[in-house]
C-alpha cells in the first residue's frame, strides 16, 4: 500500500556531529514532503519541507534532499546542538488518504553534551 | 500566525462512554484534520475535511465519527469509548491540500 518510511526510529549523536533521517515513499504521485519536529509534550511544527520540482533545500543548519527516481527524502542536521533532542517526522501526501499527509513513525533523535 | 485549539489537554473517560473532542482553527482554512499518536506507531490518519460538510475517512476510521458544522470547527466523537482509544488526539488545519499543517497542542485521552 501506500505508505511513508522512515528510518532509524532512534539516533544517538554527539554535540557538534551531523544527523540524517532517511524516509521513503512509495505513491508516485506524491509532490511535497515536510519535516516535523516535535519535541517532548509539545506540538509537531514544521521545520523543513520540499517539493518535487527540486532536489535540495536548506535553512541554516537544516537540509533536506529529495531523490524521486528512488522516492526518498533525507534531513540533514549539522553542527547539532541538544536542543535539536526531539522526535523527527517525515511526511507526504497519498492518493489513498485524499493527499492528506501520510506521516512516517518518527525517529527519536537525541544529542549528547 | 495560525492558531488551532483543542478543547482539553487531558482527558479521561470511562469505557462505553461518548467523548467529543473539539477542535477550532481562527485562519479560515478550508482544510483540517484529525490523527492519534501512539508511541512507534507515529501519527495515523483518522478523518479530514476539506469543506464544510464534507468528510473523508482516513486510514483508522473505526470507532470513531467527525462533525464539521462550521468551516473553523472541527469534531472528533468517539461514539463509545474502548480502553484502545486512550491515545494522543492531535487536531491540524492547512490551507492548500497536501501542504504543511499546523497542529493544535492534542489531548491526551485516557480511557478507564
Known amino acids: 500500500g501506500e505508505n511513508v518510511e522512515q528510518h532509524p526510529s532512534t539516533l544517538s549523536v554527539q554535540e557538534g556531529d551531523s544527523a540524517v533521517i532517511k524516509c521513503t515513499y512509495s505513491?508516485?504521485?506524491?509532490?511535497?514532503f515536510p519535516w516535523y519536529k516535535q519535541e517532548l509534550g509539545k506540538r509537531p511544527q514544521l521545520i523543513i519541507d520540499?517539493?518535487?520540482?527540486?532536489g535540495e533545500k536548506k535553512d541554516q543548519r537544516i537540509a533536506v534532499t529529495l531523490n524521486k527516481t528512488a522516492k526518498h527524502f533525507s534531513l540533514h542536521i549539522t553542527e547539532t546542538q541538544p536542543e535539536d533532542s526531539a522526535v523527527y517526522f517525515c511526511?507526504?501526501?497519498?492518493?489513498?488518504?485524499?493527499?492528506?499527509?501520510?506521516f512516517g513513525k518518527g525517529t527519536s533523535l537525541l544529542v549528547t553534551p | 500566525d495560525v492558531k488551532v485549539t483543542q478543547s482539553s489537554r487531558y482527558l479521561v473517560k470511562r469505557t462505553g462512554e461518548k467523548v467529543f473532542l473539539e477542535c477550532v482553527q481562527d485562519m479560515d482554512h478550508e482544510n483540517m484534520f484529525w490523527y492519534r499518536q501512539d508511541p512507534g506507531l507515529g501519527l495515523r490518519l483518522i478523518y479530514f475535511?476539506?469543506?464544510?460538510?464534507?468528510?473523508e475517512k482516513g486510514d483508522i476510521p473505526e470507532g470513531y465519527s467527525v462533525s464539521r458544522e462550521k468551516k473553523e470547527r472541527f469534531s472528533l466523537i468517539l461514539e463509545s469509548a474502548s480502553t484502545n482509544q486512550t491515545s494522543m488526539y492531535l487536531c491540524?488545519?492547512?490551507?492548500?491540500?497536501?501542504?504543511?499543517?499546523?497542529f493544535g497542542s492534542g489531548t491526551r485521552l485516557t480511557v478507564v
Open positions: 475535511s476539506y469543506d464544510v460538510k464534507m468528510k
Open positions: 511526511a507526504a501526501p497519498t492518493r489513498r488518504s485524499g493527499y492528506a499527509l501520510n
Open positions: 520540499i517539493r518535487s520540482n527540486v
Open positions: 505513491d508516485s504521485a506524491s509532490n511535497y
Open positions: 491540524a488545519s492547512s490551507q492548500i491540500v497536501g501542504y504543511g499543517y499546523t
